[in-house]
């Protein structure tokens, strides 16, 4: 099985390493585990066993091997992620006022696309639940950056923070600190070295709040 996994990868290329750290071989206990990204498998590089068959891939659905793929591929939707507060899903509208065919649109059909443009910016921000959100995730970014975090951890903060605000924890709480708390919980979740203090420094909390939220959301899982 090893031997056929070595052909695998000599001809198909090498396969990527799995993002979660806690998978762990079922029969040899190894944590060496790969994903091969061509077949869409989980498996035990040491073994050879196969975790998992037909799993989901995150990333986009193209590759870009040419200069002209980055036209013919460049309609496809972006994956979906929880790091966006409408998931990734809504419909954007470019600025630029020309058609399909790269020609330039007429008075009346810029005026339509321009009040297009205006009510499609208002039904996806007039909803608090949005708003709340948008502001969120934007400081979530920003404790991302100087943080040095990873896709995995903000996955996971916007998820706990998105659990909170479902529950209607955050009603007659501070944001911040909320936010300081989802990211505290998704770094104890992840082992990701980072104190509460810490983060909330990076976020301009008091982290005496964040520390009260925190055990909120102990509380409410």
């Known amino acids: 099985m090893n031997r056929c996994i070595e052909y695998k990868q000599k001809q198909e290329g090498p396969v990527q390493a799995s993002g979660n750290d806690r998978d762990i071989c079922g029969l040899c206990n190894s944590i060496a585990i790969l994903f091969d990204s061509d077949n869409s498998e989980t498996v035990c590089s040491k073994c050879g066993v196969v975790l998992q068959e037909n799993a989901e891939s995150l ?99 916007t998820y706990n923070y998105r659990k909170a605000l479902d529950k209607r924890i955050i009603k007659g709480r501070f944001l911040r600190a909320l936010v300081v708390a989802s990211a505290y919980a998704a770094c104890r979740e992840l082992n990701v070295p980072r104190t509460l203090v810490e983060i909330a420094q990076t976020a301009n909390a008091d982290a005496i709040f964040a520390g009260e939220c925190y055990r909120l959301l102990l509380r409410h899982r």
């Open 59 to 157: 990333g986009a659905e193209w590759g870009i091997y040419s200069g002209d793929d980055i036209e013919s591929k460049s309609g496809t939707c972006m994956p979906t992620s929880s790091a966006f507060h409408d998931m990734g899903l809504s419909t954007f509208i470019s600025y630029s006022n020309v058609d399909a065919n790269g020609g330039v649109m007429s008075p009346e059909q810029m005026a339509k696309i321009q009040r297009m443009r205006y009510w499609n910016k208002i039904s996806s921000n007039n909803r608090s639940y949005h708003r709340n959100l948008k502001n969120a995730f934007a400081i979530l970014s920003t404790v991302k950056a100087k943080l040095s975090l990873n896709n995995a951890h903000m996955e996971k903060s």
